[in-house]
T-cell receptor, first 113, second 111 residues
């Protein structure tokens, strides 16, 4: 079945630097890839998503890239700020399901002042 | 508030008791998901409704768990004979287009 691997599990960057989180998926038929941000004790919040017919999408300081051949997608955050500190999850749809998502294990992003 | 809401936000129960959680999705969304999340893990899919029909159910969902969405609006998740392993955050999400929007969750603690 579909599997999503996410790396790294923890990422510590200096404020103002860029952060990159990477995910790979196993089923080439997956067609939708959201990224969620979850602060401690709060709900997951959708921050950006990408569909399989697009290679890159950008929203201000956040961008996502998708390489369908390699079955790999990444989240890029530029000019990191303290409020970017959170756990970030990638996910991919399970083909043939009703947009059921399989999730990565999460990346704890720490922004050092 | 036009977002997804869940009630209660916290529930402490003794092992063996039954509990029921409620989710109110975004009003125009006809698709609703339940997830369970434990500390340090991503959400784990439990079940999916389209309108009032329960179309998908995780193989991990034991027969102690049941969910309903009787009028295609709010949904309830019931856990019977709770066990300590049921302690987790139970999240509800609703979907209109592709995106799933989550509620604040119900944190269940089974003592």
């Amino acid at each position: 079945g579909e599997n999503v691997e996410q790396h790294p599990s923890t990422l510590s960057v200096q404020e103002g630097d860029s952060a990159v989180i990477k995910c790979t998926y196993s089923d080439s038929a997956s067609n939708y890839f959201p990224w969620y941000k979850q602060e401690l004790g709060k709900r997951p919040q959708l921050i950006i998503d990408i569909r399989s017919n697009v290679g890159e999408k950008k929203d201000q300081r956040i961008a996502v890239t998708l390489n369908k051949t390699a079955k790999h997608f990444s989240l890029h955050i530029t000019e990191t700020q303290p409020e970017d500190s959170a756990v970030y999850f990638c996910a991919a749809t399970i083909p043939g399901s009703n947009y059921q998502l399989i999730w990565g294990a999460g990346t704890k992003l720490i922004i050092k002042p | 508030d036009t977002g997804v809401s869940q009630d209660p936000r916290h529930k402490i129960t003794k092992r063996g008791q039954n509990v029921t959680f409620r989710c109110d999705p975004i009003s125009e969304h006809n698709r609703l998901y339940w997830y369970r999340q434990t500390l340090g893990q991503g959400p784990e899919f439990l079940t999916y409704f389209q309108n009032e029909a329960q179309l998908e159910k995780s193989r991990l969902l034991s027969d102690r768990f049941s969910a309903e969405r009787p009028k295609g609006s709010f949904s309830t998740l019931e856990i019977q004979r709770t066990e300590q392993g049921d302690s987790a955050m139970y999240l509800c999400a609703s979907r209109g287009g592709d995106e799933q929007y989550f509620g604040p969750g119900t944190r269940l603690t089974v003592t």
